[in-house]
């Protein structure tokens, strides 16, 4: 028998505001969940976004990511970041939400 079951992708979204951008999300959510995993224990999933966002901080560049989503926020634009794994390095998109 063949198992055709495929791995679920842990997805992050991360939303900057102008006095927040995605690097600063990005260590607060980081920073909620190490707290959650000492309330609860080891948790796969919490542990697998914490992962992702040890890789995101670790590598991304938060120079270029501000400059590309502040642009947008000062015309009043709401941003997304949604950060996930791809053969175990982070990946990221952007969106503008109206």
């Known amino acids: 028998m063949i198992n055709n079951r495929q791995e679920k992708t842990t ?21 909620q969940i190490v707290r959650e ?10 542990a697998e976004r914490l992962e992702i ?6 590598s991304a560049d938060f120079n270029k990511l501000r400059s590309e989503s502040e642009k947008h ?7 997304k970041f949604i950060v996930h794994l791809e053969e175990g390095k982070p990946k990221h998109e952007m969106q503008i939400m109206e």
């Open 53 to 58: 966002l040890r890789l995101f901080l670790e």
């Open 73 to 79: 926020l000062i015309e009043g634009e709401k941003v």
């Open 37 to 46: 995993l000492l309330k609860k224990g080891e948790e796969r999933e919490l």
């Open 11 to 31: 997805y992050i979204e991360l939303e900057p505001e102008l006095d927040a951008c995605v690097e600063t999300q990005a260590k607060r959510r980081y920073n």
